[in-house]
T-cell receptor
Framework: AQTVTQSQPEMSVQEAETVTLSCTYDTSESNYYLFWYKQPPSRQMILVIRQEAYKQQNATENRFSVNFQKAAKSFSLKISDSQLGDTAMYFC??????????WGAGTKLIIKP | DTAVSQTPKYLVTQMGNDKSIKCEQN?????MYWYKQDSKKFLKIMFS???????INETVPNRFSPKSPDKAHLNLHINSLELGDSAVYFC?????????????FGNGTRLTVT
């Protein structure tokens, strides 16, 4: 079965620090997509970053970057220069070939002033 | 297995038809949600129910009607389907209705309207 695991239920860091959220997954597929979503209090889910498994280069979006290790099935999210607005729940998700999204349990990230 | 389960996984139908998507959670959660995922993978909340009562109703055409027979179920009924309704719909649940309550998602239902 395909699974996504986020082992950190909650994390907190000081503003301007760098934080890394971990995500591991299990699949037998060779090509797939991975996502990090952010959920602020509004409850909307905002796509932070996506990675295609066949691309070796790690995706980056401004202060957000991933460390994608395909062999280890690891997909961590690094947030640099963290800001108060980064406080949210973060979900890792895996998109299988059948277009089903498999979700991790989420990590609550708190940025302290 | 404890989970949020949606049925069907795929739904292909013609314009003008009426269809339903079912969602069930056995996590004992009080709150359930429906999200629509657009082409940019942005998940937009549509409805939220807390203990069978509607608490969030975003700007959604009234062709979409949620129904919660009990707190473990939240079904989505769509009347007069349109091409623009094609999307992936996600059901989710959380222990509480608060903003910090973690969400547990179903695997989605891919709706294709032809």
């Amino acid at each position: 079965a395909q699974t996504v695991t986020q082992s950190q239920p909650e994390m907190s860091v000081q503003e301007a620090e760098t934080v890394t959220l971990s995500c591991t997954y299990d699949t037998s597929e060779s090509n797939y997509y991975l996502f990090w979503y952010k959920q602020p209090p509004s409850r909307q889910m905002i796509l932070v970053i996506r990675q295609e498994a066949y691309k070796q280069q790690n995706a980056t979006e401004n202060r957000f970057s991933v460390n994608f290790q395909k062999a280890a099935k690891s997909f961590s999210l690094k947030i640099s220069d963290s800001q108060l607005g980064d406080t949210a729940m973060y979900f890792c998700a895996f998109l299988a070939l059948n277009y089903q999204l498999i979700w991790g349990a989420g990590t609550k990230l708190i940025i302290k002033p | 297995d404890t989970a949020v389960s949606q049925t069907p996984k795929y739904l292909v139908t013609q314009m003008g038809n009426d269809k339903s998507i079912k969602c069930e959670q056995n996590l004992g959660h009080d709150t359930m949600y429906w999200y629509k995922q657009d082409s940019k993978k942005f998940l937009k909340i549509m409805f939220s129910y807390n203990n069978k009562e509607l608490i969030i109703n975003e700007t959604v055409p009234n062709r979409f009607s949620p129904k919660s027979p009990d707190k473990a179920h939240l079904n989505l009924h769509i009347n007069s389907l349109e091409l623009g309704d094609s999307a992936v719909y996600f059901c989710a649940s959380s222990p509480l209705a608060g903003a910090n309550s973690p969400l547990h998602f179903g695997n989605g239902t891919r709706l294709t309207v032809t």
